[in-house]
């Protein structure tokens, strides 16, 4: 299985900040790597696909980058709604596989 | 918009089968590009794919969980379902049921709010 590892696991932030998270893949993965917002009780939010397609009616402020085993999402001002919990998920070979999840909290 | 709602019992024995369903709104399971996935998330863990299904009944499971896992479609009631037998304590976790979209390369796009089973006696 191909292992993803993202750090930071939590990450303090301030409404305004640049924040950036990583996601790394044991093996290569092109740019099949989805990144996604969870908050507690709601459903999962697909926010980028293809490492740097930004989903429908997600924010500009958030975006991705990578290709081949090293991925970052990227938030260029921190807003309220984006505290939450952020994973990456590579698509590329059976199974899928996640990251363990970036906690971003209020400074 | 697509919408997704699992449904189950949140408790069940071990050495049981889990069963549980999500039921499709704002789209059809019969579609052509879709694929029905179900997920789960142990409490204070990372996520774990458990396998998907096609509307033909087509599907791939988790080599780690196919044993012990079907996934099922029911296109006339547009909801597919998942059974997990032989239970123990480590498959207490967060169901998720899910649509992946695309061609050869599948992304994951909508997912339900998940419900939480708990194995225990």
């Known amino acids: 299985d191909i292992q993803m590892t993202q750090s930071p696991s939590t990450l303090s932030a301030s409404v305004g900040d640049r924040v950036t998270i990583t996601c790394r893949a044991s093996q290569r993965i092109s740019s099949w790597l989805a990144w996604y917002q969870q908050k507690p009780g709601k459903a999962p939010k697909l926010l980028i696909y293809k490492a740097s397609s930004l989903e429908s009616g997600v924010p500009s402020r958030l975006s991705g980058s990578g290709s081949g085993t090293d991925f970052t999402l990227t938030i260029s001002s921190l807003q309220p709604d984006d505290f939450a919990t952020y994973f990456c998920q590579q698509y590329n070979s059976y199974p899928w596989t996640f990251g363990q999840g970036t906690k971003v909290e209020i400074k | 918009q697509v919408q997704l709602q699992e449904s189950g019992p949140g408790l069940v024995k071990p050495s049981e089968t889990l069963s549980l369903t999500c039921t499709v709104s704002?789209?059809?399971?019969?579609?052509?590009?879709?694929?029905w996935s179900w997920i789960r998330q142990p409490p204070g863990k990372g996520l774990e794919w458990i396998g998907y299904?096609?509307?033909?009944?087509?599907?791939n499971y988790n080599p780690s969980l196919k044993s012990r896992v079907t996934i099922s479609v029911d296109t006339s009631k547009n909801q597919f379902s998942l059974k997990l037998t032989s239970v123990t304590a480590a498959d207490t976790a967060v169901y998720f049921c899910a649509r992946s979209e695309g061609g050869s390369y599948l992304v994951t796009d909508y997912w339900g709010q998940g419900t939480l089973v708990t194995v225990s006696s």
């Open positions: 704002g789209g059809s399971v019969s579609s052509g590009n879709s694929y």
């Open positions: 299904i096609y509307y033909t009944g087509s599907t």
